[in-house]
């Protein structure tokens, strides 16, 4: 049984983001809405250090807790479609993440479709990676994280990063990841209704914006359609009722098969991008500690 506070969220996403037509707007509105909601999350803590910093040209953000280490980063790729989002909105997640793995996290504020459609995202991300490397960070001490289309990016970067024949992360998590920007998954379907945030028709308006008449199949695009060999070890979570579901499980499939060391946790009744919203619900609160648990496994020494 899922806990009050995550019913009293499902409850409210449905009504003020799914039925309320929010993510049919102009784009332009999308954003205002949706940063206007990521500014009203509350500061996790005073003492989490928060500044920009330019990474080779790519905007970006340090989110450093306390006690993190200077060699270790976290790289976060947030979620929003590929259209909308910021890494302000993510703060609360993200100094949460610092603390838990006394680690630095770096938020990546990659470019946004339809002004920068693909490959613009893949690119900004993947060389915010160049330039960490290059800055002397081990690969072994860096670890991506990201939801959603984050997640998409998750893999997308690591799949540049090993055609360019850069080292790979320690690990990846990745958080009701869309991979499969045809939306072709059976969960597109016998979840619509039960999805309390998104529904079909958004995901294929965003991956239009996106793809902006690329091939919705390109594994940089959609890396479920990817070689998957040879990646970091990789934790996926998903909602039992997400529209995203069979991403999830077809990515779990596929990077299993190629021999990467694969872990999926299916939450039952669990919103979209649940552990986003610890400072909101127990369950997310818990998922960060299994997150951190498992990079903190494959941290270099």
Not at 56 to 76: D, Q, R, S, Y
Not at 90 to 117: G, K, Q
């Amino acid at each position: 049984m899922i806990s009050p506070e995550a019913t009293e969220l499902n409850a409210s996403f449905r009504v003020d983001i799914k039925d309320s037509g929010m993510f049919t707007l102009p784009f332009a509105e999308q954003r205002s809405n949706w940063d206007a909601f990521g500014d009203s999350i509350p500061q996790y803590a005073t003492d989490v250090s928060i500044a920009p910093v330019d990474c080779g040209g790519v905007p970006c953000e340090w989110v450093i807790a306390p006690a993190a280490m200077e060699n270790k980063v976290l790289f976060h790729f947030h979620g929003g479609g590929y259209v909308i989002g910021h890494p302000n909105g993510y703060r609360n997640y993200n100094s949460r993440m610092s603390e838990a793995l006394n680690a630095r996290v770096l938020a990546v504020d990659y470019r946004l479709a339809p002004e920068h459609p693909f490959p613009a995202a893949v690119e900004d991300c993947l060389g915010v990676y160049q330039w960490a490397l290059n800055q002397g960070y081990q690969a072994e001490q860096i670890a991506f994280t990201g939801e959603s289309a984050g997640g998409g990016l998750v893999f997308a970067t690591l799949l540049a990063a090993r055609d360019a024949q850069l080292p790979l992360p320690a690990a990846a998590v990745a958080i009701s990841p869309w991979v499969d920007l045809t939306n072709g998954g059976a969960s597109h379907q016998f979840n619509e209704q039960a999805d309390p945030m998104i529904g079909p028709s958004v995901l294929d308006m965003f991956a239009s914006a996106y793809v902006n008449g690329d091939n919705l199949q390109n594994p940089l695009a959609s890396p479920i359609n990817g070689d998957l060999s040879g990646l970091p070890p990789i934790y996926i979570l998903v909602g039992s009722t997400e529209i995203l579901l069979d991403d999830a499980r077809a990515l779990f499939m596929n990077a299993s098969r190629a021999g990467v060391n694969t872990t999926i946790e299916v939450a039952p009744d669990m919103p979209h991008i649940w552990p986003i919203f610890a400072y909101q619900i127990p369950e997310g609160r818990r998922a960060i500690t299994r997150m951190s648990s498992f990079f903190n496994r494959h941290f270099g020494a």
